[in-house]
């Protein structure tokens, strides 16, 4: 794998990893991305404003949220973008995911593309459902008759997840050279949820490689008295990931990295947890 995908070279500021994750030719902009600074739409990208976004948001934007089932208009933008990658903003605002089906809640990217919020501002909201497999952001791959299709270059940065049920926003799967940058999440499903349904995860990555995690937060408010049940990055036979800067609050742990190797984990912090790092 060091040989085939380049290994990753440890002492790499995270702007470095940034560039090999989003590819060659890359625009340096986003890894200094600084959403407070106010609205600016890159060329080539497309912007999506929220029901309740400003006016000049949405005097700028090329897709216009309702306020229900959003996750649909923004997957629409998705779809649109020419050649099939690109940048896909979201303007600061409340987007209302979709109850449902899987297929119908989530946004799914594909290879090179990139959702970019407007930082803790751009609020997901993903509705309770009874399918813990559901999330708001799929980075993924397939693995279809011994064939392994990776995704590559694709990311989800600077926005806030509210999760209402079982699920954990951003699933990473079949991923090499992705990344997950300061996304935080709110786990505040309802108390009946019993121990082992209550999920409080942020990010979930599974068979990835090479791939940046860096300035996430996941928070449990589900039971005042114990934690929530899932980790606030979770990992499942990873290799080479680059991982810095997780914090955990109410969560089982900060870090699960089963089966992963050759990883660099920095920067970790959990309170109120029941273990640091599985």
């Not at 986003?30 to 912007?47: F, I, N, R």
Request: aromatic share 8%; proline share 3%; charged share 15%.
């Amino acid at each position: 794998w060091g040989t085939a995908y380049g290994a990753w070279d440890f002492a790499e500021q995270p702007v470095r990893a940034l560039e090999r994750c989003l590819g060659s030719g890359c625009e340096r902009w986003l890894a200094d991305y600084q959403p407070e600074e106010g609205l600016a739409v890159m060329p080539g990208s497309v912007l999506v404003a929220a029901s309740d976004s400003s006016s000049q948001a949405k005097a700028r934007a090329d897709f216009i949220c309702s306020g229900t089932q959003d996750n649909a208009t923004i997957q629409a933008a998705v779809d649109v973008l020419s050649g099939g990658a690109g940048l896909i903003q979201l303007a600061a605002g409340s987007y209302q995911f979709a109850e449902g089906a899987d297929a119908t809640e989530e946004v799914v990217l594909k290879s090179g593309q990139v959702v970019l919020g407007a930082g803790p501002g751009t609020v997901i909201i993903q509705p309770s459902n009874s399918d813990s497999s559901n999330r708001a952001f799929r980075i993924n791959g397939t693995y279809v008759g011994g064939v392994q299709t990776l995704i590559e270059h694709a990311g989800v940065c600077h926005l806030h997840v509210i999760h209402l049920g079982r699920s954990s926003p951003i699933s990473m799967q079949h991923a090499r050279h992705c990344f997950v940058r300061h996304v935080s999440s709110l786990g505040a499903g309802p108390a009946t949820y019993p121990i082992g349904q209550a999920k409080a995860m942020n990010v979930s990555c599974t068979f990835c490689s090479h791939c940046l995690i860096e300035e996430i937060e996941a928070r449990a408010v589900y039971d005042a008295d114990a934690p929530g049940n899932w980790n606030a990055v979770n990992f499942s036979r990873c290799y080479a990931m680059l991982v810095r800067g997780v914090r955990g609050f109410r969560t089982r742990s900060v870090i699960d990295a089963w089966g992963t190797r050759s990883s660099y984990f920095s920067d970790l912090y959990g309170e109120y947890c029941d273990e640091g790092m599985d």
